[in-house]
């Protein structure tokens, strides 16, 4: 392989375009309010802090499978929370971030060229870069019936949506667990955004009204980095399938893809603690009230956004046109184009700023 020819098949990152959107938001006298990523900008809470200090006199290498009290926990959690039951400590697998899962999903389950991989027509971006390092063909589509003979060999599903906050209801999710048996379709789950809900209920494919009591074929991911606001500690999990999570174990075992012991920790103090993730959900909550009234006031239309911590607003512009005027604002947000060709009309704005730089915006809006 010539040198450069891996990244010469990827996409370009999307960021690298709003290069200059973002150098005049921040020229702007009162700072820039930089809405465009999604990260979180509040305290890691303190259980997880504890956790961390507590448990960081750790020489020896961690295990790839993860300790077994975290697996645990992420089992508790997903049964407590959201219903889930059936997952055993085999069926469980600790992951460093779940960007970096999601991109190498394809590859390390043997997926290549040849093999077809579908994702939502408007989409998370590393959707499309995993198949690309897998030498896959890619499609962007939300129908079934857009395939015509061929069978995907993984279908991504992202509910609540990131860019657009749509939640799939039950009857869809149990219709593409069905389709995707009957094909030997894997079918992968992105919920991360599950506890990130305002006008809805996502439900997770684990879930046995959806899964029919069986995982079989299916996977799901999760993350912690919005929930508790570990981002920078990158804890997240994938849960389902015990064959498909043994396949993805063993190639992690051999790339040395281990989660580091006091993020473990961490990770469980967490997962085990709701109090910090209602406060967190009650922050964000508010500040999304607040931004959505100040857009709609500006003459912003809101779709979707019933869930996940983004605005996809449209002024029925194309989206760098907005993002150009919002930049003169000093305010900085994601162009619908990042997502996928259906979402060049759109903007996405992230409520995850501070009180005083959403307040900054509320008032730059009424302006």
Request: hydrophobic share 40%; with cysteine; glycine share 10%.
């Amino acid at each position: 392989m010539q040198r450069g020819a891996v990244s010469a098949r990827l996409p370009d990152f999307p960021w690298d375009h709003l290069t200059a959107y973002a150098e005049q938001a921040r020229a702007h006298p009162d700072g820039v309010v930089d809405l465009s990523v999604g990260t979180p900008v509040d305290p890691t809470p303190e259980v997880a802090q504890h956790a961390l200090r507590e448990a960081a006199d750790s020489p020896g290498y961690p295990v790839t499978i993860g300790r077994a009290d975290l697996r645990q926990a992420c089992i508790d959690w997903l049964e407590r929370r959201h219903g889930v039951t059936g997952l055993g400590l085999d069926r469980v697998l600790p992951v460093i971030g779940s960007k970096e899962l999601i991109g190498s999903m394809a590859v390390h389950l043997g997926i290549g060229p040849g093999d077809l991989i579908a994702y939502p027509e408007l989409a998370y971006p590393t959707y499309e870069v995993g198949a690309a390092l897998a030498g896959a063909r890619a499609v962007a589509t939300d129908s079934l019936t857009s395939f015509g003979p061929e069978v995907p060999a993984l279908l991504w599903l992202n509910s609540p949506s990131n860019p657009t906050g749509r939640v799939l209801p039950p009857e869809h999710l149990r219709k593409v667990v069905d389709w995707c048996r009957e094909r030997g379709t894997i079918l992968v789950s992105d919920e991360c955004y599950l506890e990130c809900a305002w006008e809805a209920s996502p439900v997770s494919v684990l879930h046995p009204d959806i899964s029919g009591g069986s995982h079989d074929g299916i996977l799901a991911v999760h993350s912690l980095s919005k929930r508790s606001n570990l981002a920078g500690y990158r804890c997240a999990f994938v849960a389902g399938d015990p064959t498909l999570v043994g396949e993805l174990l063993a190639v992690r075992k051999n790339l040395g893809l281990q989660m580091p012991g006091p993020q473990q920790v961490a990770m469980k103090a967490a997962l085990d603690d709701d109090d910090h993730a209602l406060e967190q959900h009650g922050r964000y909550a508010a500040r999304r009230a607040r931004l959505r009234a100040a857009l709609e006031g500006a003459g912003f239309r809101v779709d979707h956004s019933e869930a996940s911590l983004y605005l996809w607003s449209t002024r029925d512009e194309d989206c760098w046109t907005t993002v150009a005027a919002l930049a003169g604002q000093g305010i900085l947000v994601a162009p619908g184009s990042f997502y996928g060709t259906a979402g060049a009309r759109h903007v996405r704005v992230a409520f995850t700023a501070t009180d005083e730089r959403v307040d900054a915006a509320v008032a730059r809006l009424a302006r």
